[in-house]
């Protein structure tokens, strides 16, 4: 009895010596494929559409950070030494790089005086700034990333930062780089349809952030505030009969800044406020919301 219980506790202890180097070679192998993996690159996109291109393009190369927080205003959000902090490692900056958006020189030059420098790509407007019926801070519009003309022209750039700063992904980079600008390209094309039969072209804006994706589409808005500023009484006046003129349903504000002018002029037209996202990371969604929103507004 006595030497079976032994026998079967050095069984006992075999086995659990067995399992503990099986564990242990186990964890050595999974270590070893961790340190064999390369480090992915740190990149940090100002805005959160600039990330979805950044992932698009770098896929699972790269780790990337986004600068301004969800809700938070791309004109008046100052980021804080906590988080440039944590941004301080990044190797590539992929901003807008429109002198409206203060924040963006903020990040830059606090991580500008660090060594090594990150390379920086800024966003390719794709021609002149749109026009508006309203100005805009700094005189034109920084929202470039709605635009598709000007996502597409800053792919090619993205990439070949990539590429340089990590050419073992160089295959990588380029692949995916070409199924972006194709879904770039299918989903412009897709814009362009459902937007080309509207029958009316001018839409009503509280904050004039739409120039560059009417400026694609053969569209104008008409933005009530005017220099980040609300309108004047007077000013109110006009819009309300420019809306009538054109026959307003509906008044577009960005999600989180719903004004009381917007709704003002709302009630005094009949129109109902309708938000729009213009800093959504899925950002085909946001465009394809938006040309949604659009054709409902003018009856399309």
């Known amino acids: 009895m006595s030497v079976r219980s032994a026998a079967g506790g050095r069984l006992a202890?075999?086995?659990?010596?067995?399992?503990?180097?099986?564990?242990?070679v186990a964890v050595s192998w999974r270590a070893q494929g961790r340190s064999a993996a390369?480090?992915?690159?740190?990149?940090v996109a100002t805005v959160p559409p600039q990330a979805w291109l950044v992932k698009r393009i770098g896929g699972d190369r790269v780790d990337v950070d986004v600068?301004?927080?969800?809700g938070a205003s791309e004109h008046t959000y100052e980021p804080t030494p906590q988080q440039v902090a944590r941004l301080a490692d990044a190797r590539l900056v992929v901003?807008?790089?429109?002198?409206?958006?203060?924040?963006?020189?903020?990040?830059?030059?606090?991580?500008?005086?660090?060594?090594?420098?990150?390379?920086?790509?800024?966003m390719v407007p794709g021609g002149p700034s749109p026009s508006s019926s309203a100005t805009h801070d700094h005189g034109n519009d920084p929202h470039v990333w709605l635009s598709p003309r000007a996502m597409r022209?800053?792919?090619?750039?993205?990439?070949?930062?990539?590429e340089r700063l990590d050419p073992?992904?160089?295959?990588?980079?380029?692949?995916?780089?070409?199924?972006?600008l194709a879904d770039v390209d299918r989903l412009d094309a897709e814009l362009r349809r459902a937007l080309a039969g509207l029958p009316q072209r001018r839409f009503l804006v509280y904050h004039p952030a739409w120039g560059y994706f009417a400026r694609d589409y053969g569209l104008q808005q008409v933005a009530i505030e005017s220099d980040g500023k609300e309108p004047s009484p007077r000013r109110l006046v006009e819009l309300v009969e420019e809306a009538r003129r054109i026959g307003t349903r509906t008044v577009f504000v960005q999600r989180g800044e719903y004004d009381r002018p917007a709704q003002a002029i709302a009630d005094e037209l009949g129109a109902k406020v309708v938000a729009l996202e213009p800093l959504a990371e899925d950002w085909p969604?946001?465009?394809?919301?938006?040309?949604?929103?659009?054709?409902?507004?003018?009856?399309?």
């Open 13 to 24: 202890w075999t086995v659990f010596v067995v399992a503990f180097v099986a564990a242990v």
């Open 38 to 43: 390369p480090p992915r690159l740190r990149v």
């Open 67 to 70: 600068l301004l927080p969800p």
């Open 95 to 122: 901003e807008v790089g429109h002198p409206a958006l203060l924040f963006e020189r903020r990040l830059l030059d606090a991580m500008l005086v660090r060594e090594p420098q990150p390379l920086v790509v800024e």
């Open 153 to 162: 022209a800053a792919a090619p750039d993205v990439e070949a930062a990539l």
């Open 168 to 180: 073992a992904g160089a295959s990588l980079y380029r692949a995916n780089l070409r199924v972006t």
């Open 285 to 300: 969604a946001t465009l394809r919301r938006t040309a949604a929103a659009l054709r409902e507004a003018a009856g399309g």
